[in-house]
């Protein structure tokens, strides 16, 4: 299907169905003409990028030992990026279509958008889909990725590609990863920010539709509980890009006698960038939640005050009270039940953000940056301390 003229039939959205990279991969055969094929081409990418760099290393003596400067083995970020961090990459897009896909998916199934609501529901997916599709932010990524790679192969050559170092030039080794490793992974890795920034899109354009919220959803969003499963569509991207650095740290406290204290500060600043970057798509459905919650205060606020004002005047003042709807509806109950439905309007979050979307943001961030910590503080003498300590 021309990406022009993509369509949704249902009421899901796939975030890589037909985007111009799986399009491309699959003319050149890398990728499977249906399906995704994640696991073979994170197996191709990996070793089309890893093998030729350690082959010329090795055959160089550049592998174990190098008279230039650190051998390729030292360079830890080099195999992390080929081995990890590039196989995460294309195996992310997996967990990406299930989860989005199922996200996007409940907004109808949950009643969120009703039937009169679906057509122009359809007219979002519909326009996503072709945003997706399109050819030109990918041609943009590419580009970005071959300027940034080779633009200044002399600024890498100063630590990172020492190992590839010849007097002033690179061998085939360093070459290789300047011209394929390292654009395959700035392209995937971009990739991926351009699909955050299509769900930013997505989330925006639907929080604008006539949503049927429900201001005392026990999710305390509305009824948009399930949005908050959206950082484990990107789980693995982030396990990738926080094991690259975690690699580029490792090597510095091995070989260049680093401490943990002089990554305080950029650990920091990477872990408020990229939650923001995970949470951003969440945050276009708070000026909904805002407003549903603005005048749902104003509507159960007026409900409830009515409510009390019949019960003061029946059982405080002892007033006769004509028979009214308002003090028989089962559905309001008694004084404490209308005061736990005001209570549940008043505790809306301002975000569809639980414990789970934190945790899914920084356990990927945290896990790699164990083995720098283990480095400088030994895991074993930790427990020990801490089991000494407890006994």
Same mark, same amino acid.
């Given at each position: ?194 699909? %955050? =920034?299509?769900?930013?899109? /997505?989330?925006? @354009?639907?929080?604008? #539709?006539?949503?049927?919220?429900? +201001? *005392? ?86 409900? %409830? =005050?009515?409510?009390?004002? /019949?019960?003061? @005047?029946?059982?405080? #003042?002892?007033?006769?009270?004509? +028979? *009214? ?67």
């Amino acid at each position: 299907m021309a990406p022009g003229k993509t369509t949704i039939a249902d009421s899901g959205f796939d975030l890589l169905r037909n985007d111009a990279l799986i399009r491309w991969q699959r003319k050149l055969h890398i990728a499977p003409q249906e399906g995704l094929g994640v696991v073979r081409r994170a197996i191709f990418f990996a070793l089309v990028t890893w093998v030729p760099i350690v082959v010329w290393a090795a055959l160089n003596r550049r592998l174990l030992e190098s008279e230039s400067g650190e051998p390729l083995l030292a360079h830890f970020g080099i195999h992390v990026r080929c081995l990890v961090a590039i196989p995460l990459l294309v195996l992310a897009e997996a967990a990406a279509f299930k989860v989005i896909d199922g996200i996007v998916g409940q907004f109808r199934d949950r009643g969120i958008v009703t039937d009169e609501g679906h057509p122009a529901f359809l007219a979002v997916l519909n326009s996503m889909a072709r945003l997706r599709d399109s050819s030109l932010p990918w041609i943009g990524v590419i580009g970005v990725a071959v300027i940034w790679s080779l633009g200044s192969p002399g600024h890498a050559a100063s630590h990172d590609m020492s190992w590839a170092a010849t007097g002033g030039d690179f061998g085939f080794g360093g070459w290789w990863f300047l011209c394929v490793a390292r654009p395959v992974f700035i392209v995937l890795l971009l990739g991926w920010l351009w699909r %955050i =920034g299509l769900v930013v899109v /997505l989330f925006g @354009r639907l929080s604008r #539709l006539d949503l049927s919220l429900v +201001p *005392t959803h026990p999710d305390r969003s509305g009824g948009l509980g399930f949005v908050e499963k959206f950082p484990m569509a990107f789980f693995l991207v982030t396990l990738a890009l926080s094991s690259v650095i975690a690699s580029r740290w490792m090597h510095d406290m091995v070989y260049h006698e680093q401490t943990l204290a002089s990554f305080k500060t950029p650990f920091a600043a990477f872990v408020l960038l990229w939650s923001a970057m995970l949470l951003l798509p969440l945050l276009m459905l708070a000026p909904r939640l805002a407003g549903m919650k603005r005048q749902a205060l104003r509507q159960y606020g007026a409900l %409830i =005050g009515e409510h009390g004002r /019949l019960v003061h @005047r029946r059982w405080i #003042l002892g007033e006769p009270v004509p +028979p *009214t709807e308002l003090l028989d509806a089962p559905e309001l109950g008694p004084v404490a039940d209308t005061a736990a439905i005001y209570e549940a309007v008043a505790n809306v979050k301002p975000l569809p953000v639980g414990k789970s979307t934190v945790v899914m943001v920084l356990v990927p961030i945290v896990l790699p940056m164990l083995f720098v910590i283990a480095w400088q503080i030994p895991i074993r003498e930790l427990l020990l301390k801490l089991l000494k300590t407890l006994v």
